[in-house]
């Protein structure tokens, strides 16, 4: 069965960072690109970086230039990391495939606040 654990969110102040890491099982890792979820309360889930199988990136437009993602396919692991922080940036934060893939993870929980 596909897992995924998320860890590494936190509060932080506006222009912190922060790095999150997800742990995937149950799915061949070096053969899926992978992406970071994000989901405001009251929003829906979203992705907001992307990594594929060869490590080329994409980003949602918000986030470009602040957020890294990346991946280590020895480890099954996908990162984020995350600089100069925003309170729009909180929320919380998922890992998947796409479409994503039963069931998500428990996510990691961003807070950016003064």
């Known amino acids: 069965q596909v897992q995924f654990v998320e860890s590494g969110g936190g509060l932080v102040q506006p222009g912190g960072s922060l790095r999150l890491s997800c742990a995937a099982s149950?799915?061949?890792?070096?053969?899926?690109?992978m992406h970071w979820y994000r989901q405001a309360p009251g929003k829906p889930r979203h992705v907001v970086a992307s990594v594929d199988s060869h490590g080329a990136v994409t980003y949602k437009d918000s986030v470009r230039g602040r957020f890294t993602i990346s991946r280590d396919n020895t480890k099954n692991m996908v990162y984020l990391q995350m600089n100069n922080l925003q309170p729009d940036d909180a929320g919380d934060y998922f890992c998947n495939v796409l479409p994503p893939a039963s069931p998500w993870g428990q996510g990691t929980q961003v807070t950016v606040s003064s």
């Open positions: 149950g799915i061949i890792f070096s053969l899926y690109t």
